[in-house]
């Protein structure tokens, strides 16, 4: 690597186009949204303006989001569905990541492909196609027909009440799972797959069982992976908006949902700015959190 | 009775049958819904689950659908254009990060992924305050309209291919480099000749990074497009807050296609024998 003052003409065509680009249409984007996060809405010939905001650095924007029960009850929602959102992630992609570690070695990188493939179809398309997989007429409540009448059970208690597994949490959260599920995978078969296999071999030999290997061996050392795949599935889960969306209706409402209602519907922009800086702190923190653990281990080590 | 008394190796983890009936389950779950929806959009039913026949006639449908039309060939106009301005952008970022050492490099580097790390939604309301705020011409013929989709689209996928280039880059050998130099190649000559070769799979790679991720990106267009401009995302999206129809569903499955198509175009780039690491 060669200083940047040897090659200085090479240097700067090189930084400025990327520079400039992510400082004028992200950096700057960004900050007009801080801005207005400490904003109001202008009042103009003594009525409350739909459409002009005026930065007066008031704080009443984040007082709000944090201190009006309407949003607390919101965001802890947030949490919570993220939260066991990921912790499912983790309970299935384990299973999964560890198959595909301990497979032979041809198989390995077809394995891997056909779980991150799904990664690749559009979010969208993806959390669409689960309404038609819960919706009251959707292949769930089909298949359980199906078994219900197979079993004769309608004649016993009657024809089949199709369950509601839409616009509700269970559907939020089942969606949040399906469709961060790769996020979960990546780290933990990179950890995984560095795991030395003779630790195992050894804990067994000693007289471990399977279980205590796993709980002892297995999971300590694979833990910067689950760290990794918890923060990967985490973040962009208590971002999400689509699946809530689309999948919440009107009674499991996320974070994102709020924000976009702010942008789009209420046009309330400098409450919208104050949640969605909110979040963004959120996320810097967990990563901070993470490069600080990151950090200690490796000066331990 | 071999099968059954075989005495199972205890680290062989994949051969449990128990193990691989999860793995094949989760499998099953994580496609079903995508392969049932493309598979219904051939039933020749409107409502029903149940198979009704083969028909393409929702395909017919979505393809009369001037307004689908229109927002699909929005979505591969913008993916096109940026595909060339992200992989210009994320290939000049990849060479300097690969090439000199500079002051405040690593903060630099968090600042390329800060795109990456922060939540799609702030980036699609940062990019709608941005351009109320500032007064970007609306109104622009086609496809000059598009425009502000494109730049907001630029700015977060050139990181991704900064990322891939770099990493092709990892395994430069300086020292050809160098040799170019020392035998009078001017810089330019050393890129073309000696760099650029050896960069292609990764630009490649990163090119197609770059298409898919305009294609799919829904949160953000869906804050920088106006009733003018309707990605194709966007378009499903509106149909979908009506209804579950199998003309979406056909749609779906064209999308659905091209991605994979570029998926497997990504697979055979940067599959090692193909990647010329001579």
Same mark, same amino acid.
């Given at each position: 690597m060669e200083s940047f003052r040897k090659n200085q003409r090479v240097f700067w065509t090189l930084a400025s186009p990327g520079s400039f680009w992510l400082l004028f249409f992200f950096l700057v984007p960004l900050g007009i949204v801080w801005m207005l996060?400490?904003?109001?809405?202008?009042?103009?010939?003594?009525?409350?303006?739909?459409?002009?905001?005026? $930065?007066?650095?008031?704080?009443?924007?984040?007082?709000?989001?944090? &201190?009006? @029960? #309407?949003?607390? +009850? !919101?965001?802890?929602? %947030?949490?919570? $569905?993220?939260?066991?959102?990921?912790?499912?992630?983790?309970?299935? &992609?384990? @299973? #999964?990541?560890? +198959? !595909?570690?301990?497979? %032979?070695r041809r198989w390995q990188p077809w394995l891997l492909l056909a779980v991150i493939l799904p990664f690749w179809i559009n979010l969208l398309i993806r959390t669409y196609a689960l309404i038609a997989v819960f919706r009251t007429r959707g292949y769930v409540n089909f298949t359980l027909e199906?078994?219900?009448?197979?079993?004769?059970?309608?004649?016993?208690?009657?024809?089949?009440?199709?369950?509601?597994?839409?616009?509700?949490?269970?559907?939020?959260?089942?969606g949040l799972v399906y469709v961060f599920m790769p996020f979960m995978v990546l780290p933990l078969y990179a950890s995984i797959e560095r795991l030395d296999r003779s630790m195992l071999e050894a804990s067994l030999d000693l007289g471990a069982s399977q279980m205590a290997t796993f709980l002892r061996v297995t999971v300590p050392l694979t833990m910067p992976g689950i760290v990794s795949g918890l923060i990967?599935?985490?973040?962009?889960?208590?971002?999400?908006?689509?699946?809530?969306?689309?999948?919440?209706?009107?009674?499991?409402?996320?974070?994102?949902?709020?924000?976009e209602r702010q942008f789009k519907a209420a046009n309330d922009w400098p409450f919208g700015s104050a949640l969605s800086f909110l979040l963004m702190y959120v996320t810097f923190g967990i990563l901070a959190l993470r490069a600080l653990l990151t950090r200690d281990a490796e000066t331990r080590a | 009775m071999r099968g059954l008394r075989r005495r199972v190796d205890p680290l062989d983890y994949a051969g449990r049958v128990w193990?691989?009936?999860?793995?094949?389950?989760?499998?099953?779950?994580?496609?079903?819904?995508?392969?049932?929806?493309?598979?219904?959009?051939?039933?020749?039913?409107?409502?029903n689950i149940v198979w009704r026949g083969f028909t393409t006639k929702y395909y017919e449908k979505a393809w009369n659908n001037d307004g689908l039309i229109e927002a699909f060939i929005n979505s591969l106009t913008i993916a096109a254009i940026n595909t060339v301005v992200a992989t210009t952008l994320g290939a000049m970022v990849a060479l300097l990060l690969w090439r000199f050492r500079f002051p405040f490099k690593s903060a630099y580097e968090g600042f390329m992924a800060l795109p990456i790390v922060i939540p799609e939604i702030c980036m699609g309301v940062a990019m709608l305050a941005f351009f109320s705020r500032i007064g970007w011409p609306t109104g622009m013929p086609w496809p000059l309209n598009l425009s502000a989709?494109?730049?907001?689209?630029?700015?977060?996928?050139?990181?991704?291919?900064?990322?891939?280039?770099?990493?092709?880059?990892?395994g430069f050998n300086r020292e050809l480099e160098e040799a170019s130099r020392d035998l009078g190649a001017t810089?330019?000559?050393?890129?073309?000749?000696?760099?650029?070769?050896?960069?292609?799979?990764?630009?490649?790679?990163?090119?197609?990074?770059a298409f898919t991720l305009s294609l799919d990106d829904f949160v953000i267009t869906f804050f920088t497009s106006g009733p003018e401009t309707v990605t194709?995302?966007?378009?499903?999206?509106?149909?979908?807050?009506f209804s579950v129809t199998p003309e979406v569903n056909a749609a779906s499955t064209v999308l659905v296609v091209i991605t994979l198509i570029v998926a497997a175009l990504m697979l055979r780039v940067q599959r090692p024998d193909h990647a010329g690491a001579q």
């Amino acid at each position: 690597m060669e200083s940047f003052r040897k090659n200085q003409r090479v240097f700067w065509t090189l930084a400025s186009p990327g520079s400039f680009w992510l400082l004028f249409f992200f950096l700057v984007p960004l900050g007009i949204v801080w801005m207005l996060s400490f904003g109001e809405k202008a009042v103009i010939d003594g009525k409350i303006s739909i459409t002009e905001t005026e $930065i007066t650095w008031t704080l009443a924007n984040y007082v709000r989001a944090l &201190a009006d @029960p #309407v949003y607390l +009850v !919101i965001i802890w929602k %947030s949490v919570w $569905i993220s939260a066991l959102a990921t912790i499912l992630c983790l309970v299935i &992609a384990y @299973p #999964v990541a560890f +198959v !595909i570690s301990f497979a %032979s070695r041809r198989w390995q990188p077809w394995l891997l492909l056909a779980v991150i493939l799904p990664f690749w179809i559009n979010l969208l398309i993806r959390t669409y196609a689960l309404i038609a997989v819960f919706r009251t007429r959707g292949y769930v409540n089909f298949t359980l027909e199906w078994i219900y009448d197979a079993l004769w059970l309608d004649r016993l208690f009657g024809p089949f009440e199709p369950l509601e597994l839409l616009y509700n949490d269970f559907a939020v959260v089942a969606g949040l799972v399906y469709v961060f599920m790769p996020f979960m995978v990546l780290p933990l078969y990179a950890s995984i797959e560095r795991l030395d296999r003779s630790m195992l071999e050894a804990s067994l030999d000693l007289g471990a069982s399977q279980m205590a290997t796993f709980l002892r061996v297995t999971v300590p050392l694979t833990m910067p992976g689950i760290v990794s795949g918890l923060i990967l599935v985490f973040i962009p889960c208590l971002g999400s908006f689509l699946t809530a969306d689309l999948l919440g209706g009107t009674n499991a409402t996320m974070i994102g949902n709020v924000i976009e209602r702010q942008f789009k519907a209420a046009n309330d922009w400098p409450f919208g700015s104050a949640l969605s800086f909110l979040l963004m702190y959120v996320t810097f923190g967990i990563l901070a959190l993470r490069a600080l653990l990151t950090r200690d281990a490796e000066t331990r080590a | 009775m071999r099968g059954l008394r075989r005495r199972v190796d205890p680290l062989d983890y994949a051969g449990r049958v128990w193990m691989r009936t999860f793995f094949g389950m989760v499998f099953i779950l994580l496609y079903a819904p995508v392969v049932l929806m493309m598979a219904f959009s051939f039933n020749d039913s409107k409502r029903n689950i149940v198979w009704r026949g083969f028909t393409t006639k929702y395909y017919e449908k979505a393809w009369n659908n001037d307004g689908l039309i229109e927002a699909f060939i929005n979505s591969l106009t913008i993916a096109a254009i940026n595909t060339v301005v992200a992989t210009t952008l994320g290939a000049m970022v990849a060479l300097l990060l690969w090439r000199f050492r500079f002051p405040f490099k690593s903060a630099y580097e968090g600042f390329m992924a800060l795109p990456i790390v922060i939540p799609e939604i702030c980036m699609g309301v940062a990019m709608l305050a941005f351009f109320s705020r500032i007064g970007w011409p609306t109104g622009m013929p086609w496809p000059l309209n598009l425009s502000a989709i494109i730049v907001a689209h630029v700015a977060f996928s050139f990181p991704f291919v900064a990322i891939v280039v770099r990493a092709r880059m990892a395994g430069f050998n300086r020292e050809l480099e160098e040799a170019s130099r020392d035998l009078g190649a001017t810089e330019w000559q050393t890129f073309r000749h000696v760099i650029f070769p050896y960069m292609r799979p990764g630009l490649v790679a990163g090119a197609l990074l770059a298409f898919t991720l305009s294609l799919d990106d829904f949160v953000i267009t869906f804050f920088t497009s106006g009733p003018e401009t309707v990605t194709f995302p966007v378009k499903v999206y509106s149909m979908v807050r009506f209804s579950v129809t199998p003309e979406v569903n056909a749609a779906s499955t064209v999308l659905v296609v091209i991605t994979l198509i570029v998926a497997a175009l990504m697979l055979r780039v940067q599959r090692p024998d193909h990647a010329g690491a001579q």
